[in-house]
Nanobody, 115 residues
């Protein structure tokens, strides 16, 4: 099994920055991709960014040029650097790991962008 622990959410003003972290433990050898999703109130959960073991990244169009996903394989940790935040980025952000034993979700961390 894989376990995920997220951190780094909070309240930030429009135009500000936050960095989310997601540390994986357990059967980390079986993980082949990790990503971040988000869910705003009354909206469906959507992909924000994803990174594979080989370093291939995918971004939602709405965050391209503002968010950067990265991965520290030695620490089994994935990061989401979020710059130029907008009110519409407000959501609960969930870390996701795709592995040979299935898909694992973190508990979620709230990001609120407001003045």
């Amino acid at each position: 099994q894989v376990q995920l622990v997220e951190s780094g959410g909070g309240l930030v003003q429009p135009g500000g920055s936050l960095r989310l972290s997601c540390a994986a433990s357990g059967s980390t050898f079986s993980i082949y991709a990790m990503g971040w999703y988000r869910q705003a109130p009354e909206k469906q959960r959507e992909l924000v960014a994803r990174i594979t073991n080989g370093g291939t990244t995918t971004y939602a169009d709405s965050v391209k040029g503002r968010f950067t996903i990265s991965r520290d394989n030695a620490k089994n940790t994935v990061y989401l650097q979020m710059n130029s935040l907008k009110p519409e980025d407000t959501a609960v952000y969930y870390c996701n790991a795709a592995s040979l034993v299935g898909t694992t979700w973190g508990q979620g961390t709230q990001v609120t962008v407001s003045s």
